[in-house]
T-cell receptor, first 118, second 112 residues
């Protein structure tokens, strides 16, 4: 089946530094990838839609200058948390849709990245 | 996007059947219903998807009535490893940038 790989799975960084999270579709091409954030015991919250070759679309309330998204190829999207602060500590999850599948094909999710900002 | 409503939690015992009903009163004509399973510290995993009537695969069944305003995920003979959060999502991927929003989900706890 389709696999979405996220890296790193865990990262700890100091307040004020930036962290980059990679999301790769391993065996399919994805024109669109989605980034979610999940706090403990809460549901996934959509942060932004990443479109290959164009600017990402951010959900209301998500700072685009803080959460930089780059979708440079059909298999890779990156999320950079800039000047991270403890309140950015969360579980970040990406998902992707197979460009070559039918229009109703389900999304494939990565295994998430646990970010801890100290 | 169609809003969904699910029970917050359900308890069951090993070997029992678990049925989770999701309400989606404003589902659109082109919307599909998709269920995902999530374990702690993992990304959601696709379980099943349907449009109408009944869909069955090796892990679950999905029942959708004619009006499509609700759907029921049926997990037969659950085991301890089925303890997870289950999300019902409704969306129409007819646009290239369609997005799925997650509701609160249902925490299913299976006991021995």
């Amino acid at each position: 089946g389709a696999v979405v790989s996220q890296h790193p799975s865990r990262v700890i960084c100091k307040s004020g530094t930036s962290v980059k999270i990679e999301c790769r579709s391993l065996d399919f091409q994805a024109t669109t990838m989605f980034w979610y954030r999940q706090f403990p015991k809460q549901s996934l919250m959509l942060m932004a839609t990443s479109n290959e070759g164009s600017k990402a679309t951010y959900e209301q309330g998500v700072e685009k200058d803080k959460f930089l998204i780059n979708h440079a190829s059909l298999t890779l999207s990156t999320l950079t948390v800039t000047s991270a602060h403890p309140e950015d500590s969360s579980f970040y999850i990406c998902s992707a849709r197979d460009k070559g599948r039918s229009y109703n094909s389900p999304l494939h999710f990565g295994n998430g990245t646990r970010l801890t900002v100290t | 996007l169609a809003k969904t409503t699910q029970p917050i939690s359900m308890d069951s015992y090993e070997g029992q059947e678990v049925n989770i009903t999701c309400s989606h009163n404003n589902i659109a004509t082109n919307d599909y219903i998709t269920w995902y399973q999530q374990f702690p510290s993992q990304g959601p995993r696709f379980i099943i998807q349907g449009y109408k009537t009944k869909v069955t695969n090796e892990v679950a069944s999905l029942f959708i009535p004619a009006d499509r305003k609700s759907s029921t995920l049926s997990l037969p003979r659950v085991s301890l490893s089925d303890t997870a959060v289950y999300y019902c999502l409704v969306g129409g991927p007819w646009r290239n940038d369609y997005k799925l929003s997650f509701g609160a989900g249902t925490t299913v706890t299976v006991r021995a």
